[in-house]
């Protein structure tokens, strides 16, 4: 995904746990709700990586929400 100058490539997937999302390029991986869910996603990201700017941030869970209309997890 490329957003706003930034480029992310994302992976998502689920575990007997739940469901994650790493994104390798940015040293990512932390553990995601529903691919809609943008409050708790977003959340979770700035909780996890502060140094993501907001842009950023919103970018990402946007991206994952556009994602949910694809794919089920």
């Not at 469901?19 to 809609?36: A, D, Q, V």
């Not at 996890?48 to 869970?61: A, G, H, Q, R, T």
Request: hydrophobic share 40%; proline share 3%; glycine share 6%.
């Amino acid at each position: 995904m490329t957003a706003r100058g930034s480029t992310f490539h994302l992976l998502v997937g689920k575990h007997a746990y739940g469901k994650y999302l790493c994104i390798p390029n940015w040293g990512i991986g932390t553990e995601i709700s529903s691919l809609s869910d943008c409050f708790w996603n977003r959340e979770r990201l700035e909780q996890d990586y502060p140094e993501l700017s907001k842009v950023d941030i919103i970018s990402i869970v946007k991206a994952l929400e556009a994602l949910s209309s694809y794919v089920t997890l």
